[in-house]
Nanobody, 114 residues
Framework: QVQLVESGGGLVQAGGSLRLSCAAS????????MGWYRQAPGKQRELVAT???????NYADSAKGRFTISRDNAKNTVYLQMNTLKPEDTGVYYC????????WGPGTQVTVSS
């Protein structure tokens, strides 16, 4: 079993920055994909960014140039540095680990005020 715990969400003004962290524990293989997804009120959950254990990254168009995903394999932790935040970035941000199946964290709220 895998457990994921996100942290770092909060309230920030437009143009500000936040750094999200997600720590994984349990039966974790060294080979996996970790990522961040978000869900805005009334909308479906959508991809923000993913990173493989080898460091290959993938970003949604809305995140390119503003967000950076990284990971520390020794700590089983993935990070999301979010800069130049916009009100449309508001939502619950979920950490995901994919290894044969998807595991999800409970989510952390990010609110960007205009």
């Amino acid at each position: 079993q895998v457990q994921l715990v996100e942290s770092g969400g909060g309230l920030v003004q437009a143009g500000g920055s936040l750094r999200l962290s997600c720590a994984a524990s349990g039966s974790i293989s060294s080979i996996n994909v970790m990522g961040w997804y978000r869900q805005a009120p009334g909308k479906q959950r959508e991809l923000v960014a993913t990173i493989t254990s080898g460091g290959i990254t993938n970003y949604a168009d809305s995140a390119k140039g503003r967000f950076t995903i990284s990971r520390d394999n020794a700590k089983n932790t993935v990070y999301l540095q979010m800069n130049t935040l916009k009100p449309e970035d508001t939502g619950v941000y979920y950490c995901q680990l994919r290894r044969f199946r998807d595991y999800w964290g409970p989510g952390t709220q990010v609110t960007v005020s205009s």
